[in-house]
C-alpha cells in the first residue's frame, strides 16, 4: 500500500486496470461539484462560528466601569487566560543570570551597548541598550520592536547602506526626546531572505505548541527580561517606560503591553485588526477567537495609553479591519471616562512606522508623566 502511494499516478492506475479489470470509472471533473459544496458549507460554518464568537466574547467580559482599581482588578482573570491560551510563562525559566554587555559604538546621539541575558535554560535574549548623550539624570526607557525581518540594529538605523528601512528612525528620534531606549530581538531572519540554518520560525513555534508554550510566549518573556535588565540601570527611570513597535513589533507590542503593567503607555503601528482576517500561524492558538480578539488584548491594556497607527495604503493589514476592531477597542476607555488616552490614527502611507503623533503621545504619558 505504501509503496503505490508513492509511485507515479499512472503506475497506481495501471496496477489497478490490471487487478480489477470492467469496473465502473468516470472523469474527476464529475464529483468536484460536491468537494467545492463540501469546502462552502464547512467556510459558512466557519463564519457562524465567529459570529457567535464575537457574541460570546462580548458576554463574556463584562469588566467593572466603577473606577480605574476596580476596572484594572476586573481585568486580571483575562490576563490569566491570555497566558493558560499562549503558554506564558514558557518552562524552564532561568533566574537571577547575569546580563554580559558588548559597547559598540559612541556616536554623536548615543552609547550603543549590545546586551545578552540568559532567560531560559540555555536561551539568551539579546538586543541592543542605547544611552542618550548629555544624559545628567534617570531618563525613562522607550522598547523600540522592530517586526518581520528586522533586527535591532535596523530599527536603530545603524546597517550600513539601509538607514532605518520602513521604521522611520523610530529609536533615534526617541534617543532625541531623550529615552534611553531598548531594541529586543525577535527571531527573524533578516530581510526575511537570510539563510539561517535549522528550523523556520514557524516550525520552532508549532514544536513550542505542541510542548504547551509557544514563540509568542518566548520571545515575550524575552522582552520582560531585557526590560528588566535596562531597569537595573542607574540610567534608567524604571517608573517611565513606554513600548512601540512596527508590524510584528506592534504585534508584540500589543502583547507586551497587555501583560506587563510597567508598559506606562504604547503604540501599536500596522499590526491591530480584526483578527480573524489574518489568523497567521505563530499568533493562532487553539478556542483563543472565542474569549479574544485584538479589542480584548487593549482592554488588558486600558487604562493606560494606547495609540493605534495604521496606513491606509497599507498592503498586509487593511485599514477598515482596523477601523472596526478600533471601535470595539475604544469602549474602554470611554467607560472609563478617559476617553482621550486611547488614540485611533489612520495615516497617508504603506506598512511603515510614521510615529506622527506617537512622540507627541508618549512625551504626554510617559516623558512628561508624573
Not at 492506475?13 to 460536491?34: G, H, I, K, Q, V
Not at 464575537?54 to 466603577?66: E, I, K, N, Y
Not at 532625541?176 to 529586543?184: A, N, S, W
Not at 493562532?284 to 485584538?294: A, C, P, Q
Request: proline share 5%.
Amino acid at each position: 500500500m505504501y509503496a503505490c502511494l508513492a509511485l507515479p499516478a499512472i503506475v497506481c492506475c495501471a496496477y489497478a486496470d490490471e487487478l480489477f479489470p470492467d469496473r465502473y470509472t468516470e472523469p474527476a471533473e464529475n464529483s468536484r461539484e460536491n468537494r467545492q459544496v463540501r469546502y462552502d458549507e464547512i467556510g459558512t460554518y466557519v463564519q457562524r462560528l465567529h459570529d457567535a464568537a464575537a457574541q460570546r466574547r462580548d458576554a463574556a467580559f463584562q469588566p467593572d466601569f466603577t473606577n480605574e482599581t476596580r476596572y484594572v482588578r476586573s481585568t486580571w482573570k483575562l490576563r490569566e487566560s491570555v497566558c493558560e491560551r499562549i503558554g506564558y510563562p514558557p518552562p524552564m525559566i532561568k533566574r537571577f543570570a547575569k546580563p554580559r554587555y558588548e559597547k559598540i559604538a559612541d556616536d554623536p546621539y548615543a552609547t550603543i551597548y549590545r546586551v545578552w541575558v540568559e532567560v531560559l535554560d540555555g536561551v539568551e535574549a539579546y538586543g541592543l541598550i542605547s544611552i542618550p548623550r548629555g544624559l545628567t539624570k534617570p531618563a525613562p526607557l522607550m522598547v523600540c520592536q522592530h517586526g518581520g525581518g528586522g533586527n535591532p540594529e535596523l530599527v536603530h538605523g545603524m546597517i550600513e547602506g539601509v538607514g532605518a528601512g520602513n521604521y522611520g528612525w523610530m529609536t533615534l528620534r526617541a534617543l532625541k526626546e531623550g529615552y534611553v531606549t531598548l531594541e529586543p530581538a525577535l527571531l527573524f531572519p533578516y530581510g526575511g531572505k537570510e539563510n539561517i540554518e535549522g528550523l523556520n520560525r514557524h516550525q520552532l513555534d508549532q514544536q513550542l505548541q505542541y510542548l504547551g508554550t509557544s514563540i509568542l510566549a518566548v520571545e515575550l518573556y524575552k522582552i520582560f527580561r531585557l526590560i528588566d535588565v535596562a531597569c537595573a540601570r542607574s540610567e534608567v527611570d524604571r517608573d517611565r517606560i513606554g513600548m512601540m513597535g512596527l508590524s510584528y513589533g506592534g504585534l508584540y507590542t500589543l502583547y507586551a503591553a497587555a501583560l506587563d503593567t510597567r508598559i506606562g503607555a504604547a503604540v501599536s503601528s500596522c499590526y491591530f485588526n480584526e483578527r480573524r482576517r489574518y489568523l497567521w500561524q505563530d499568533w493562532s492558538f487553539f478556542n483563543f477567537m472565542n474569549e479574544f480578539n485584538d479589542a480584548e488584548l487593549c482592554a488588558l491594556i486600558c487604562p493606560r495609553p494606547f495609540l493605534i497607527e495604521v496606513g491606509d495604503a497599507d498592503t498586509l493589514f487593511a485599514v477598515d479591519g482596523a477601523k472596526s476592531e478600533a471601535l470595539r477597542a475604544k469602549r474602554y476607555w470611554d467607560g472609563l471616562g478617559i476617553s482621550d488616552r486611547f488614540v485611533f490614527e489612520v495615516f497617508a502611507g504603506g506598512h511603515e512606522f510614521k510615529g506622527d503623533h506617537a512622540y507627541e503621545f508618549m512625551r504626554k504619558h510617559v516623558k512628561d508623566a508624573k
